[in-house]
């Protein structure tokens, strides 16, 4: 059976990420309503406009049913503003800030990159994506107005990075300057994984199927547990049904 896999559709680019599940062979449903998160394997946010999002997620009532999701242990993935979402905490965002899902162990920075004028697309080397995936040791990372991971918990594993461009180097940081001259990009903590790029806008595929692969993973591990369950309380069931002890005759 083919997995199914939500893409929150209130805002973003989620059409694009439903042709590049068409294109793996996955079936997307799209998500704008709470109830629409029932039955599904696992869910992808989309980048987008987070402070929009946030507010039409809001509207919607969906901020509790998404940490739900989360906090099931189903696999997320969040994209540019997905990964803005599923942080613990966020910088640089607007007056006011925004409502966060949280989850995923990190700080990020809403705008680190600067404006819709600095976006920009870069070759980002991935070991683990070309050892899990195969294919170039490299993916195309397309940032536009991206956010970035500043820290991560111990949890946290950095599945790339990438330089920080002279004119972004500490800009808008708040009350400190970024001093470092690489900014984490994609992470994965369990079944929470996160860009601050758009995968979705290539033509490169393994990302999405590496979502798929921490899916079907889950799914095993459910099967596993609910199998381990139903043979563990076998023996009470077998016991409350034991027949008497009769004579048997030869």
């Not at 997995?3 to 704008?32: C, D, P, T």
Request: hydrophobic share 40%.
């Amino acid at each position: 059976m083919a997995a199914v896999v939500g893409v929150l559709a209130l805002q973003g680019s989620y059409n694009e990420h439903m042709a590049a599940l068409r294109r793996i062979g996955a079936k997307g449903v799209e998500v704008r309503k709470p109830e629409q998160l029932l039955g599904l394997d696992s869910l992808i946010i989309p980048g987008g406009e987070s402070t929009t999002m946030a507010k039409l997620a809001d509207y919607h009532n969906l901020f509790p049913a998404l940490r739900e999701f989360v906090s099931a242990g189903k696999p997320v993935w969040g994209t540019c503003a997905g990964l803005i979402f599923l942080a613990n905490k966020a910088v640089g965002q607007k007056s006011g800030g925004q409502e966060l899902v949280g989850g995923l162990d990190c700080t990020v920075h809403r705008n680190f990159f600067g404006s819709q004028l600095q976006s920009f697309e870069t070759e980002l080397p991935v070991p683990m994506l070309a050892e899990k995936e195969g294919g170039s040791l490299t993916c195309r990372g397309v940032f536009i107005r991206a956010p970035a991971i500043l820290e991560v918990g111990p949890h946290v594993e950095v599945l790339a990075d990438c330089p920080v461009p002279t004119i972004t180097s500490g800009k808008g940081l708040e009350d400190e300057v970024y001093s470092k001259d690489r900014v984490i990009v994609a992470v994965r903590q369990g079944d929470i994984l996160a860009t601050a790029f758009h995968p979705e806008l290539t033509s490169d595929s393994r990302w999405h199927r590496l979502f798929l692969a921490m899916d079907k993973d889950s799914q095993a591990r459910s099967l596993a547990a609910l199998s381990l369950s139903v043979s563990s309380s076998e023996p009470e069931i077998v016991s409350k049904n034991k027949p008497l002890d009769l004579p048997i005759f030869e």
